[in-house]
């Protein structure tokens, strides 16, 4: 059974910095498809990034390119979010997935079969 644990969320003011991190059991994070999406209150899921199982590729999205960063720890089973320069924007429940069908764009993110129970960040004026 493919699970999901997200963790690392918190309170931060505007630009400050948080590491995301998803711990992954029952698949090996290097066979799926990975990465994150985010819902803010009242809106719809927006896809963050996804990884390739195909070809490893990493796809983030436009709206926090140069800001987030993605990365892995295979010997962990683990995928982490770093966050940089937070705006109130980024205000939101950040969720990680998991897919066995490659995704090509951020945006495959919020359809993903698997995703954990999401962490909250809270960006601070």
């Known amino acids: 059974e493919v699970q999901l644990q997200a963790s690392g969320g918190g309170l931060v003011q505007t630009g400050g910095s948080l590491r995301l991190s998803c711990v992954a059991s029952?698949?090996?994070?290097?066979?799926?498809?990975i990465g994150w999406f985010r819902q803010a209150p009242g809106q719809g899921r927006e896809g963050l990034s996804c990884t390739n199982n195909r070809n490893g590729l990493t796809k983030i999205a436009s709206s926090v390119k140069g800001r987030f960063t993605t990365t892995t720890d295979n010997a962990k089973n683990t995928l982490y979010l770093q966050m940089n320069n937070l705006k109130p924007e980024d205000t939101a429940v950040y969720y990680c997935f998991a897919d066995s069908d490659p995704c090509y764009s951020a945006a495959d993110a919020p359809s993903a079969r698997s995703w954990g129970q999401g962490t909250l960040v809270t960006v601070s004026s």
């Open positions: 029952g698949f090996k994070i290097d066979d799926y498809s």
